[in-house]
């Protein structure tokens, strides 16, 4: 039987750096076999590459400009980025997380510099067949917008979005959902084919209690609230889980 698999989490995060190894083991203690490490910032983008490099077979790296970086990035900032992703297409998982972030960004300038760089990442990753991990709040039409005519594997991280998430199953994507309970996920996951499912712990975010540090040792949470709300076996979320992110990532 295969174990969990936390699709995405922030394991550079200042919230690790004191007890990163120990949290590496509490996963593989609660069965997750695989980890797909997110940069989240530019300056991680290296250090989350070294990190997969010396846990072979259980970190994956998943690196790019967010949309909290795009608005201050500069030109020789986005150009060392793509250049970066280029040189490491051979080592990393996707490119994410992308896309945008309208919530806590509302001045049209921020959005549109937002829009610039993800759209410049999405080019690169069609040029190099890389699959993205996209960040979508308060951004849902223009995310489907940018994606439209996309070829590459898609994956909505942390989809709390009906409607996008609807989009997304009829496009092909995956549709990640956190250990973080809410009414309008129960619903994105009854509304979500199995094979369209896959989890995410977003550590240290979204624990289940609020102010704690999430880690990837929770990642079961997620797949046990599939099988409750989907009325299945926890087997076969794991079993169906494993299958999708393997095929997604190749």
Not at 26 to 55: F, T
Not at 93 to 102: M, N, R, Y
Not at 211 to 238: F, H, M, S, T, W
């Amino acid at each position: 039987m295969v174990g969990f698999v936390d699709a995405h989490c922030h394991l550079l995060h200042e919230r690790f750096k004191d007890d990163l190894p120990k949290v590496l083991n509490r996963a593989q203690e609660a069965g997750v076999e695989r980890l797909y490490c997110v940069s989240g910032k530019l300056e991680h983008d290296e250090p989350v590459i070294e990190l997969a490099a010396r846990n072979k077979g259980f970190v994956f790296p998943i690196i790019g400009a967010s949309p909290h970086d795009a608005p201050a990035m500069s030109e020789e900032q986005l150009e060392a980025e793509l250049r970066l992703l280029e040189a490491n297409a051979t080592r990393i998982a996707a490119i994410g997380e992308i896309g945008l972030e309208f919530h806590y960004f509302k001045g049209e300038l921020e959005r549109k510099a937002q829009e610039k760089v993800f759209k410049t990442q999405l080019e690169l990753a069609e040029t190099l067949g890389k699959p993205v991990v996209i960040h979508c709040r308060e951004a849902g039409e223009e995310v489907l917008r940018l994606l439209s005519g996309f070829k590459q594997g898609v994956m909505l991280h942390c989809c709390s979005n009906a409607t996008l998430a609807a989009a997304g199953v009829e496009r092909g994507w995956l549709v990640s959902q956190p250990t973080l309970k809410s009414r309008e996920r129960q619903k994105i996951i009854a509304a979500t084919p199995l094979e369209r499912l896959c989890c995410e712990t977003d550590s240290p975010f979204l624990a289940s209690v609020r102010g704690e540090r999430n880690e990837p040792a929770r990642v079961g949470l997620a797949y046990y609230e599939i099988a409750q709300v989907k009325g299945i076996g926890l087997d076969a979320v794991k079993e169906a889980a494993w299958g999708n992110v393997k095929r997604f990532f190749g």
